[in-house]
């Protein structure tokens, strides 16, 4: 039996959570005839695959799914069958990714691997959640739950949880916010006890803490989400360090939302600080957005000026990183500032 496929179930993907939503104001009189409606969260693209389990909150799973020395004849087939597999999902090739799972699948049967047929189920159930097919997600998700368990796996195994905490993503695709709600308080108790346990049980801790706090963004819950927020944060900071993609990511939603909040001065904070660990990251597709986000609240104080340059900046940067979505928020802040001068 594969030792490796042991821990490839405490990856948990990298969910977006419409990134994008908006963030209403209500007006001002002392600086702003009208407020700018929205900061934008960062809609990162839906890889929501195990393959990359952690991108960005640090975890690799082609590191889990290395050999090791045990890992010979019948046995490697397989293990680069899912290698294959995975790199496909990470590429967005869903087709062949498909395809290399089943073989992956009917190797693993064929040799009688427990642990290797779970985790195709595992895999396959993941891929369906990437093109949103939620339905065969959650019945594949539920088959390696019950297959887990049959085994005597414990409730409070970071395999269940995090399995419980895709489903309990799905139900929120679905819009049934009372059973997803559930879902995300059982996985917040169940890791409760183990947080401190290991590297992967407190970055899981980490991971339920912001899918939990997005999920109270949408339901505008915005003190609450704010604590599990910053939970989330300090999980990062202390497992990855501070100046890393994730972080530059959570203080964005941090600045977005204590502006909802109506916190002004730590949303500026944030946003500053975000952009300064932009400035260090290696991938700085995003980063134009927390600009952008950072002249709107400036706007919001009356600071215009300052406001127009972080707007040109984010658009500049939108442009040479070819993002879509930073240069539509610089525009979009654009489009306040005309509009803020144009009411005075």
């Given at each position: 039996?594969?030792?490796?496929?042991?821990?490839?179930?405490i990856?948990?993907?990298?969910?977006q959570y419409?990134?994008?939503?908006?963030?209403?104001?209500?007006a001002?009189k002392t600086?702003l005839?009208?407020l700018?409606k929205?900061?934008?969260?960062?809609?990162?693209p839906y890889?929501?695959n195990?393959t990359?389990?952690?991108r960005?909150?640090g975890i690799?799973i082609?590191?889990?799914?290395?050999?090791?020395s045990?890992?010979?004849?019948?046995?490697?087939e397989?293990?680069?069958?899912?290698?294959?597999?995975?790199?496909?999902?990470?590429?967005?090739?869903?087709n062949?990714?498909?395809?290399?799972?089943?073989?992956a699948?009917?190797?693993?049967?064929?040799?009688?691997?427990?642990q290797?047929?779970?985790?195709?189920?595992d895999?396959?159930?993941?891929l369906?959640?990437d093109q949103?097919?939620?339905?065969?997600?959650?019945?594949?998700?539920?088959t390696?739950l019950?297959?887990?368990?049959?085994?005597?796996?414990k409730?409070?195994?970071?395999?269940v949880?995090?399995?419980s905490l895709?489903?309990?993503?799905?139900?929120?695709?679905?819009?049934d916010l009372?059973?997803a709600e559930?879902?995300?308080?059982?996985?917040?108790e169940?890791i409760k006890n183990?947080?401190?346990?290991?590297?992967?049980?407190e970055?899981?801790s980490?991971?339920?803490?912001?899918w939990?706090a997005q999920?109270?963004?949408?339901?505008?819950?915005?003190?609450k989400?704010l604590f599990?927020?910053?939970?989330?944060y300090?999980?990062?900071?202390?497992?990855?360090?501070?100046n890393?993609?994730?972080?530059?990511?959570?203080l964005?939603?941090?600045g977005?939302?204590?502006f909802?909040?109506?916190?002004?001065a730590n949303?500026?904070?944030?946003?500053?600080e975000?952009?300064?660990i932009?400035?260090?990251?290696?991938?700085?597709?995003?980063?134009?957005?927390?600009h952008?986000?950072?002249?709107?609240v400036?706007l919001?104080?009356?600071i215009?000026?300052?406001?127009?340059?972080?707007c040109?900046?984010a658009?500049?940067?939108g442009?040479?990183n070819m993002?879509?979505?930073t240069?539509?928020?610089?525009?979009?802040?654009?489009e306040?500032?005309?509009?803020?001068l144009?009411?005075?």
């Amino acid at each position: 039996m594969l030792r490796c496929f042991q821990k490839l179930f405490i990856g948990v993907p990298k969910y977006q959570y419409f990134r994008n939503c908006g963030i209403t104001a209500s007006a001002t009189k002392t600086h702003l005839k009208q407020l700018p409606k929205c900061l934008k969260k960062i809609a990162l693209p839906y890889h929501e695959n195990s393959t990359v389990i952690f991108r960005i909150w640090g975890i690799s799973i082609l590191t889990w799914l290395g050999f090791t020395s045990e890992d010979e004849g019948k046995e490697s087939e397989l293990i680069m069958t899912l290698k294959r597999a995975v790199l496909c999902m990470k590429r967005e090739q869903y087709n062949t990714a498909e395809q290399l799972l089943h073989i992956a699948l009917k190797i693993a049967q064929e040799q009688q691997n427990e642990q290797g047929i779970v985790y195709c189920f595992d895999l396959m159930a993941n891929l369906a959640f990437d093109q949103q097919i939620l339905d065969k997600a959650e019945k594949l998700f539920v088959t390696v739950l019950q297959i887990l368990l049959s085994k005597g796996t414990k409730q409070d195994d970071l395999k269940v949880i995090h399995i419980s905490l895709k489903l309990a993503r799905i139900a929120q695709l679905r819009a049934d916010l009372e059973k997803a709600e559930l879902g995300y308080e059982w996985c917040l108790e169940k890791i409760k006890n183990q947080r401190n346990d290991d590297l992967d049980t407190e970055i899981l801790s980490g991971v339920i803490q912001d899918w939990y706090a997005q999920f109270l963004l949408d339901k505008g819950d915005n003190q609450k989400a704010l604590f599990y927020l910053k939970e989330a944060y300090r999980v990062c900071e202390k497992t990855m360090g501070a100046n890393n993609e994730k972080s530059m990511l959570l203080l964005n939603d941090l600045g977005i939302t204590s502006f909802r909040a109506g916190d002004i001065a730590n949303a500026e904070i944030f946003l500053n600080e975000g952009i300064k660990i932009g400035q260090k990251v290696d991938d700085q597709t995003h980063v134009g957005v927390l600009h952008a986000n950072l002249g709107l609240v400036l706007l919001h104080k009356g600071i215009v000026e300052k406001a127009k340059t972080l707007c040109k900046e984010a658009w500049s940067l939108g442009k040479k990183n070819m993002n879509n979505e930073t240069m539509e928020q610089a525009n979009y802040c654009f489009e306040q500032i005309k509009m803020n001068l144009g009411n005075k």
